[in-house]
């Protein structure tokens, strides 16, 4: 299964939305939460990183510590 096809699988079982870019396009959220946030409620969402390469990857987990940790916990290392 291609990364296209494993992606469309999921936004079609509505287990994910499209690939977003959270710098140019935002965090995407509800029009609910996004007001419980400006409102101060701290809400939790999860993100999966999008990798470009292998070498991407090991740099931005060598960095971030959460990503190290939260892989860890799931039994990904």
């Known amino acids: 299964m291609t990364f296209d096809e494993w992606i469309k ?4 079982q509505n287990w994910c939305g499209p690939p977003v870019c959270e ?3 935002g965090t995407p959220l509800s029009e609910s939460e996004e007001a419980a946030m400006g409102e101060g409620d701290d809400i ?3 993100v999966v990183r ?3 390469s292998p070498e991407m ?3 931005v ?3 971030h510590s959460p990503s190290q940790w939260r892989a ?3 039994g990904l290392r």
């Open 23 to 25: 710098t140019h396009d």
């Open 57 to 59: 990857k090991q740099l």
């Open 72 to 74: 860890s916990n799931r």
């Open 50 to 52: 999008l990798y470009d």
């Open 61 to 63: 987990e060598e960095f």
């Open 9 to 12: 699988y999921g936004y079609d």
């Open 44 to 46: 939790c969402f999860h």
